[in-house]
């Protein structure tokens, strides 16, 4: 019992150092799959007042449907080929500095597959609480989740 607590440890210690150097975002694997949204589902535009009220409190909002816009943050393989880290707002802006909100966003990986950092987009989802994460300089942060209905590119961001 000793030998396999002394194994866990050191392969627990050796992903954290495979993660850590490049990564911002390292969250634990998942085994819920989320059921597709209904050919019927609506979604709801946004204003940025509302979207700020969503992100200050996601866990009041879980089930609500909306489109937002973002610049994808971090996409590489600590986050894996079915999350992104995305920086979004419930309008669309001009700059990539002027969206507030940090935002994890969930999805398949088909959808992600071509989405890389720095994309602005443009997303139908599904809110689904918040989500707590380690960060790579050894704390922890909560952001919004949100589960990606679709997805499109809408250019590469700009500064």
């Avoid at 002394?6 to 392969?11: F, N, Q």
């Avoid at 909100?101 to 997303?123: C, E, H, P, W, Y």
């Amino acid at each position: 019992m000793k030998n396999r607590a002394i194994t866990t440890g050191i392969l627990t210690v050796l992903g954290l150092i495979l993660v850590a150097p490049g990564s911002a975002l390292a969250l634990p694997p998942t085994s819920t799959q989320a059921s597709p949204p209904s050919p019927t589902a609506t979604y709801d535009q946004l204003t940025a007042r509302k979207w700020a009220l969503i992100a200050k409190n996601p866990d009041a909002h879980v089930g609500e449907r909306y489109v937002v816009y973002g610049v994808v943050t971090q996409a590489d393989a600590a986050t894996g080929p079915e999350v992104l880290r995305a920086d979004v707002d419930g309008v669309r802006h001009a700059n990539a500095y002027q969206y507030p909100t940090n935002t994890v966003l969930k999805g398949d990986a088909s959808a992600f597959a071509q989405i890389v950092t720095g994309d602005s987009f443009r997303a139908k989802v599904e809110v689904s609480g918040s989500i707590t994460y380690d960060t790579q300089i050894g704390g922890a942060t909560t952001a919004p989740q949100l589960q990606v209905d679709s997805i499109k590119v809408i250019g590469p961001a700009s500064s």
